[in-house]
Structure formats: C-alpha cells, structure tokens
C-alpha cells in the first residue's frame, strides 16, 4: 500500500502542524543566512524545495523566511520555488496560495509544483541551493501488512522488524535523493515528528483510535487488518545511523545541527472539552482519514469506505470529549540540517 495524501480538510486543520515554524523558521533564517555567506559568486537566481506541501497553506512562510534572508545580500534575487508532494495531492489548493508568496517580492518568485513522491528524484542534479521538509519524511515509501494496530512502534514485535527494516532504507534513500539534487554547499532542513524513549506525539491517539476501530461494530476482521499508518517517527540514533562518517549519505552530507523540540498551539488546552474534542478529531482525520479510506477501498468489501468510517471517528470524538488528557496533540519534533560537502 503506498502512501496517501491529506484530505482536502488538511489547510484548514494544519495549524498544529504549522507550530513546528516556530522553533524551524528562525533555523532556516540562519540556514540561508549562512548559505548566502558562503557563496561568494552572489547568485541572482537559486532554486529552493520543499518536500511534502500538502495543500500549501504551511509552506508560505518558510519559502518567505528563506527569500528574504537571501535578500538581505542580494536585493535583487529571483527565486524559483518547487513544491512537492504526492500526485495525488490537491494541487489546486497549492497554487490558490501560491499569489501570497509571490505578492511580497514583486513577482520575482515563480512556484512549480512537483506531483512526484520524494522517494523518487525531483530535481535535477546539482540544481538545487537550499530545502526543506516539514511534517513529511516520517511517512514511508509504501508499507506491509500491519494486523496488530495502526503504528509501527505499537505493533509486535514480528511485525515491527519488517517495517524497522524498510523505514531505516526509506530514510537513507530520502537523503541520498536530496543529496543528488543539492548542489556542493547547498543546505536542507528537515523536519517531523521524532520518538525517543519517553514516547512520540499522537501516540496515545493512535490507541484511541485503535480501540475505537475494533469496538466498532461497522468494521470486518479484514477490513480491521487493512487499516495502517506509513509512518515511522524516528529516533536519533535511527536518524543519525545513515549519517555515520565513511557511508553512502555520510559521505556526501556534513551534519549541522539536531534538534529535538516541542511545540503545541498557544492556548488550545484551555479550551471547553466540548470545543476541543470535535477540533482535535477533525485535526486527526485531516491526516489519517485519507489514508484509511484508500485502504478500506482497497480490502474490497464493496461497502463505502465513508461510511464504515464514520462510526469509527464519531467514536473516536466521543472518547476524546469524555477525556481529553488521553490524546493531548503536540508536537515533539527533531530539527536536522544538513550540508551537502
Ligand atoms: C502532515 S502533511 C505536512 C504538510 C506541510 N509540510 C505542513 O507542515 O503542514 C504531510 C505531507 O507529506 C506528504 N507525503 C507523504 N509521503 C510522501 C511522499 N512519499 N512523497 C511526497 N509527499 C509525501 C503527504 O501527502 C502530505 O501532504
């Protein structure tokens, strides 16, 4: 099964996905700050990606952040900003918020989209100065069967070492693709959620979820069995372990800095339970639901995969709303960035 896109309800429920800017914004400030440093020749036109755009909506501000740190030495600088994502990704809405990237800098950025999974090339060799990824390169490259729950790290223990085997070559072929594109010296942050032993953000989520889909009545064993998340949340030592000096991507890129951080949404705990629990479901369905439904399609039931779906959200919420403390959402995110040497 290979991975899905968001559902369309990702750009108006990314907003906790959008936290992670906060503390990796300021990061690639200082990245293309550092990049425009080091590049004596004062390029007039660089090319920058971001890998996973979803709908758009979070992608504006980090493109802007790196313009116009570029800016600041070359006022004049063109930028061609390639967007990437699945090619099933809503490739309309990307470019409904493409205007506001372009409108601060006088037409001088042109967007491209990308519909292309990032374990595929996207850019040519060397033709790339600097990118980034947020919230995307947890995801896998397609996945197995997973009869034991929805996420990796829960499953058993026969069933994790497969996925532990594929997620480790997803990761070291997701750098060793942007390595290809970077340029010598060009820099890349990437970003998502992380694991380490006191857990993983959406972690106690996916047991809710869990419980949820085999209490409800609406799901077949098989159908049951279909559903997964392709998705592993790494660890550092998982992280750093293609970077070791004398490998593949260890030899091609020089580690800058890693960092492991946590970020949520300003206020939302103090939110009424009965607010919470219906936002926080629509924040979670946003993400999972695509998937679910594809996978459902695919177990062949001939029943619709909305439908079966439903009862299994609807009790989702209902569970959230009688404790929310179950699946508080926040993010606890690493911060990796690289330099292609
Ligand atoms: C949670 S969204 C993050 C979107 C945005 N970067 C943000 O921070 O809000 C994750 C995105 O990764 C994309 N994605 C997952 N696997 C992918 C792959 N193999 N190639 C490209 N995009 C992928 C999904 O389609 C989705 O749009």
Not at 158 to 175: G, P
Request: hydrophobic residues 40%; aromatic residues 10%; contains cysteine.
């Amino acid at each position: 099964m290979s991975m899905e896109p968001m559902l369309y309800s990702y750009n108006d429920n990314s907003v906790l996905q959008a936290t992670c800017q906060q503390i990796g914004n300021p990061m690639l400030e200082k990245m293309a700050a550092a990049y425009a440093d080091q590049n004596s020749r004062d390029p007039k036109n660089v090319r920058i990606a971001e890998y996973g755009c979803s709908g758009g909506r979070n992608s504006y501000e980090p493109m802007e952040t790196i313009i116009a740190a570029l800016r600041k030495r070359t006022p004049d600088l063109h930028a061609e900003c390639i967007l990437e994502d699945l090619p099933s990704n809503p490739w309309s809405q990307v470019m409904e918020e493409y205007p506001r990237l372009t409108a601060n800098f006088n037409g001088n950025v042109q967007v491209l989209c990308a519909g292309n999974s990032f374990y595929n090339q996207i850019c040519a060799d060397e033709s790339l100065d600097l990118a980034y990824s947020y919230v995307a390169a947890h995801f896998l490259s397609d996945s197995k069967p997973l009869t034991s729950h929805v996420l990796m790290h829960e499953a058993n223990a026969a069933e994790r070492v497969e996925w532990e085997t594929h997620a480790a070559k997803d990761w070291e072929n997701f750098l060793l693709l942007r390595a290809r594109e970077l340029k010598k010296g060009g820099k890349i942050m990437i970003s998502t959620m992380s694991r380490d032993d006191n857990g993983y953000s959406w972690k106690e989520f996916s047991h809710v979820f869990w419980n949820c889909a085999q209490r409800a009545g609406s799901l077949s064993k098989r159908e049951l069995e279909a559903l997964c998340i392709p998705a592993c949340l790494r660890s550092e030592a998982e992280l750093l372990a293609p970077l070791r000096p004398q490998s593949a991507a260890g030899d091609l890129f020089k580690v800058d800095s890693l960092d492991f951080l946590y970020s949520q949404v300003d206020g939302e705990r103090d939110l009424d339970i009965s607010v919470l629990a219906p936002l926080l479901r629509r924040r979670v369905e946003a993400v999972w639901g695509g998937m679910f439904l594809t996978q459902l399609a695919e177990s062949q039931n001939g029943r619709k995969p909305e439908a079966v779906m439903k009862d299994v959200w609807d009790s989702f919420e209902d569970e959230l709303s009688r404790d929310v403390t179950r699946g508080w959402l926040y993010m606890q995110c690493f911060y990796l960035q690289l330099t292609r040497k």
